[in-house]
């Protein structure tokens, strides 16, 4: 079946410009995920989603980040005013449910390069 | 809060050799264990976990890990690696406890394992 696609897989873009990011889950996966890869660092999270509501946004590390669900299907994540040290792999996952310890599949990342 | 710590960042290993990634993590409270692969040119996708039950786990690909709740460790070990091995392997934990519903993960920085022929 389908699995998490995420799109554009690549983005360069000009500091300060804001750029918009898209997951769609697998379909039927109430809870989607946001995290971001920076160069040699782990995964960190940004913001977590059941359904359209997003009951944890703990990790989104400023107010130019914002995400948004429609419904239990796509997201996107917005980056407004661009900065270098945005650069790094965005990462979307959707699991079942959001219960603990579900397995969360992950999308292939979009790559950001903010010049 | 809740951390991982993965203790090398490259282990190179020739076929057919055994391998150990290590992976530490800290948590107040109880945890769920994840090792993740990447493979080349490839999304993050799930190797194993450890949920409750039996604190040795196994994949499909002959990977295992055991959890050690006393030493706070996860190691991943594979007794014979194949060339096919090669990629980057994250550990991460998710912690519950009273009002912690969800499964946000927190990883380790990885470890890229390369299988020389």
């Known amino acids: 079946g389908a699995g998490v696609s995420q799109s554009p897989s690549n983005k360069v873009t000009e500091k300060g410009k804001d750029v918009e990011l898209r997951c769609d889950p697998i379909s039927g996966h109430t809870a989607l995920y946001w995290y971001r890869q920076r160069l040699g660092q782990g995964l960190e999270f940004l913001i977590y989603f059941q359904g359209n509501s997003a009951p944890d946004k703990s990790g989104l590390p400023s107010d130019r980040f914002s995400a948004e669900r429609t419904g239990e299907s796509v997201s996107t994540l917005t980056i407004q005013r661009t900065q270098q040290e945005d650069s790094a792999v965005y990462l979307c996952?959707?699991?079942?449910?959001?219960?603990?310890?579900?397995?969360?599949?992950f999308g292939p990342g979009t790559r950001l390069l903010v010049l | 809060a809740q951390s991982v710590t993965q203790l090398d960042s490259q282990v190179p290993v020739f076929e057919e050799a055994p391998v150990e990634l290590r992976c530490n993590y800290s948590?107040?409270?109880?945890?769920?264990l994840f090792w993740y692969v990447q493979y080349p040119n490839q999304g993050l996708q799930l190797l194993l976990k450890y949920l409750s039950g039996s604190t040795l786990v196994e994949s499909i690909n002959g990977f295992e890990a055991e959890f050690n709740k006393s030493q706070t460790s996860f190691h991943l070990r594979k007794p014979s690696v194949h060339i096919s091995d090669t990629a980057e392997y994250f550990c991460?934990?998710?912690?519950?406890?009273?009002?912690?519903?969800?499964?946000?993960?927190?990883f380790g920085q990885g470890t890229i394992l390369t299988v020389h022929p």
């Open positions: 996952a959707s699991s079942r449910t959001s219960g603990v310890g579900e397995t969360q599949y």
């Open positions: 991460a934990v998710t912690s519950f406890a009273g009002g912690t519903s969800y499964g946000k993960l927190t």
């Open positions: 948590s107040s409270v109880s945890v769920y």
